[in-house]
């Protein structure tokens, strides 16, 4: 059966077991047909009169231990899978996004191609700013230009 893990405890007799093993005549007869007159008697008060022993084979144990493991590791790894992919579809959708628009808009007015968009005024506060800002910025410019020209 291989290795087994054990825990074992004393049996002590106590005031009260002397009803039954104290002598052969005073037992009960299921006592006697099973363990005979022999042994089982003369009992002493607190005296340990036997063990109490479990045990498990020890590749249960480890069987049910490399279960648990492996439930644990499963669980967190579904875990930071999910939390990976949620923060990253949430940076993506909220600064990636919206930068290569900006980028997008930008290339077009640094050549000089006027009739592209307005830049992005949505999303989180330094997006915002930024969209706002860059659109100031694409007024002011097209107000100096048009002064070049006059
Ligand atoms: C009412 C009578 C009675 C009392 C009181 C009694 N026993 Fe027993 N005992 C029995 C009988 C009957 C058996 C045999 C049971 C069987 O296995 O069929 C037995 C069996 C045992 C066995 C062997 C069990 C085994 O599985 O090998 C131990 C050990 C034992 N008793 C301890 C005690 C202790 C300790 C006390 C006191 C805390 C106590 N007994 C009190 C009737 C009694």
Redesign the pocket.
């Known amino acids: 059966m291989g290795r087994s893990l054990y825990m074992a405890r004393p ?4 005031a ?2 002397a ?3 104290s002598v052969p005549s005073a037992a ?1 007869p ?2 006697l047909a ?2 005979g007159r022999d042994n ?1 008697f003369g009992w002493l008060d607190n005296e340990i ?2 063990a109490q022993v479990i045990s498990v084979p020890y590749a249960t144990a480890t069987a049910n231990a490399g279960r648990a493991f492996r439930g644990l590791m499963m669980a967190l790894i579904a875990t930071f899978a999910v939390t990976f992919a949620v923060v990253n579809s949430l940076l993506y959708s909220m600064l990636v996004r919206p930068v290569r628009r900006i980028v997008h808009i930008a290339d077009r007015l640094s050549v000089g191609d006027m009739s592209a968009a307005d830049f992005p005024q949505r999303g989180p506060k330094e997006i915002t700013s930024l969209g706002r800002s860059f659109n100031r910025m694409r007024t002011s410019l097209d107000k100096a230009l048009r002064l070049l020209e006059r």
């Open positions: 049996i002590r007799s106590e009260p077991c009803t039954c093993h009960p299921t006592l099973r363990y089982g009169v036997g």
